[in-house]
């Protein structure tokens, strides 16, 4: 079975995310109405050994001069440095403005290779083709693109929509299960925000998903890109509604920043899994959402094998989380920006969230 959702609103061009199995030897066949020429492949080197090969012999039997670049594995690619490398390759290889890139890998390879789709010539086409469950459900749709710095994580960056997201699902039975449980933190999240019955599903039936039941995978990534599209296609630039998406991600960034963004330590995917459980504490600790409410979401994640409690994780200092936080994007002149919620499915945007309070909550988290 394929399924495309439709991504449209705002000001960018609409464009599909194609969600079923046996894609990625499609690749060429979906890539050849949108360019014509060149393309190169910009992936990890796992992602190049597993499935870099495929890739290649599609696009070039759809007959397209392709080649491939690769960068190394890890939360580390998205530098400055990774960037400057990848665009001297698209230099290179004398990509036009009427080529294409293709982001082939998880979150990182499509936040650096959209980014260098970005900037190269002030802009070409490029084609998500997601190998992780995070980036298939998040990342890989709503055009946001970025590398890191040591002040924070996502700080420099653009938006740039995909022409098209292909989303494989029979590339997923590639991944370490620990990189399956984290692209479920942000499935579950979705639940969380916007839709409790979606909650219940994958709380039920739907959590064979968390374990590679590829029907179960197929409906969730579907249902995930359909909310997701739905708030992107309102607020493309997260002026708003959108920053929604970002449900236990300020602190969970905040966490990962203190932990050197060390993946070995804690994934992206059980740092918003952590921060998701954080977010529905506080809220019920100020009275926003019910005790019982926080316990719901935070039992999902357990189910799912996902960090919930901070004082787990490792040692911290409320302070010094705090002040991460105050750099979020979505903070205003240092002020602290949530997104709390008063009850599963119903998550809002907090402004001007008092700082005494988060460190008092977390140091009742554990936080020294």
Not at 118 to 144: C, E, H, W
């Amino acid at each position: 079975m394929i399924t495309t959702v439709p991504v449209s609103g705002g000001d960018f061009r609409p464009y599909d995310v194609v969600v079923g199995r046996g894609l990625l030897a499609r690749l060429g066949e979906y890539v050849a109405p949108l360019a014509k020429g060149r393309t190169v492949i910009v992936t990890d080197e796992t992602v190049a050994a597993l499935h870099g090969g495929q890739a290649l012999r599609a696009l070039k039997a759809a007959g397209f001069m392709a080649d491939l670049v690769a960068v190394p594995a890890g939360e580390a690619s998205k530098s400055f440095s990774e960037l400057e490398r990848v665009l001297d390759q698209l230099l290179a290889r004398g990509l036009d403005r009427k080529d294409v890139v293709v982001a082939l890998g998880g979150g990182v390879v499509g936040d650096l290779a959209g980014l260098a789709a970005a900037l190269y010539m002030r802009g070409i086409d490029f084609v998500q083709v997601p190998t992780t469950l995070l980036a298939q459900v998040d990342s890989a749709v709503g055009g946001k693109t970025a590398i890191d710095t040591p002040r924070g994580k996502n700080l420099v960056g653009a938006f740039h929509q995909p022409r098209l997201v292909l989303a494989d699902i029979d590339v997923l039975a590639t991944l370490p299960e620990r990189q399956l449980r984290s692209g479920w933190a942000e499935v579950l999240k979705h639940g969380l925000i916007c839709d409790a019955a979606f909650l219940d599903w994958l709380s039920g039936e739907g959590a064979a998903g968390a374990s590679g039941d590829p029907e179960a995978l197929h409906r969730a990534v579907v249902r995930s890109v359909e909310i997701k599209s739905a708030i992107v296609g309102e607020d493309e630039r997260e002026a708003g509604r959108r920053a929604l998406l970002n449900l236990g991600h300020t602190f969970g960034h905040a966490i990962e920043a203190e932990l050197g963004f060390d993946e070995t330590k804690l994934t992206h995917g059980e740092a918003v899994a952590l921060g998701c459980a954080m977010a529905f504490r506080f809220s019920a600790t100020n009275g926003l959402c019910s005790a019982d409410d926080a316990a719901k979401a935070e039992q999902a994640f357990v189910s799912a094998g996902l960090p919930v409690r901070l004082d787990a994780v490792g040692p911290f200092k409320a302070e010094a989380l705090v002040e991460r936080m105050a750099g979020d994007k979505k903070a205003e002149g240092g002020r602290l920006t949530l997104i709390l919620a008063h009850g599963v499915g119903d998550a809002f945007v907090a402004k001007d969230v008092d700082r005494a309070a988060v460190i008092d909550f977390l140091k009742v988290e554990g936080a020294a």
